[in-house]
Structures are given as C-alpha cells and as structure tokens.
C-alpha cells in the first residue's frame, strides 16, 4: 500500500498493487480509502473504490487511479458506471492512445461490485476504470453506456493497454 497526496499534501488516498492480478501479466491498482469520501449521484451518496488493470510495469496506472480518486475527494466529480473522466490516462501516459477513463463494474474480479467495511454505514461499490479513445468517448456520448460496452466486450478489447488500438 501506498500514500498519494495532492500537490498542495491536503489530501491522501491509500493505493495498494497486487502483481499477476488478474491474471500473469497484469497488475491491478486499487484504492483502499476512497470509501471514506462522499460520492454523491443525485442526492444519494453512494460509495466507491477505484481500480484499474494495466500490463505489467505500468506503474503509471497507480497515479492515474489515484489522481481520478482525489477528483471525487477533492472536487466533488462523481464516479459511476458510464461516467469518464476525461484525460486522466493522458496526463500520466503522454503518447496513450486511450486517453480518457470510463468506470464500470469490475469485470475482472467477478463478485466484487460490493462490499461492506467495518465502521461504514454505507455498501461500498468498486468500479474498474477502461481507458477509451476520443473515437469511443464520442460513441458512447452519441449511442450510451450500453451500446459501448457491447462494443468493447464482442470486440474483446485489451483494457489493460493503453496504447492499444480503437474499437470505434
């Protein structure tokens, strides 16, 4: 586990790495203190933990999640399924071809898209962020959640590779 702190060190979000996780190859950062912030969809706070699968040696995607979990801490920007936020591969991985991250439920850790945590009054929810192109940020502005996911999942997209090719 790690400490990421904003530029001005007034706040902190705890990531922790697991190497071969999902499978060998692969590694998975994932915030473990997010849950103590509110998450507000509507008027209902729904609370989450960040995740992001990247090849091995990409220790890019622990800053990335940490940086999209200080955005919900710090400035209130709600994290989703569907939701994106824009650029925040980009700003970690300047030649990406996938700059922008969309949350999902996770779909490389089946049974996880809720927890609970002793002390917290609300079910936590993990979301798995998908790095997009700007061609899938327009489709799924243009056509939906639902149309893309469909998109990514038949075209069975390396989700872990930020410089991979775009499905749209």
């Not at 990247?54 to 200080?70: E, K």
């Not at 945590?117 to 799924?140: T, Y």
Request: charged share 20%; with cysteine.
């Amino acid at each position: 586990m790690h400490a990421y702190y904003d530029a001005a060190e007034r706040n902190v979000v705890a990531v922790i790495s697991s190497s071969s996780t999902p499978a060998p190859g692969l590694d998975t950062y994932a915030t473990a203190s997010l849950h103590a912030s509110p998450n507000m969809l509507d008027e209902h706070d729904i609370r989450v933990e960040l995740m992001v699968v990247a090849g091995s040696g990409t220790p890019q995607a622990a800053n990335i999640v940490a940086t999209s979990a200080l955005c919900v801490m710090k400035d209130g920007w709600l994290a989703a399924p569907g939701v994106v936020f824009p650029n925040a591969v980009r700003e970690y991985v300047a030649d990406t071809t996938v700059p922008h991250l969309m949350w999902t439920e996770p779909f490389d850790f089946e049974g996880l898209g809720k927890m609970t945590v002793e002390g917290i009054d609300h079910e936590v929810h993990a979301l798995q962020g998908v790095p997009l192109s700007d061609r899938e940020h327009d489709f799924l502005v243009t056509y939906g959640f639902d149309e893309l996911t469909n998109r990514l999942e038949s075209s069975n997209v390396a989700h872990f590779d930020f410089h991979r090719d775009s499905v749209c």
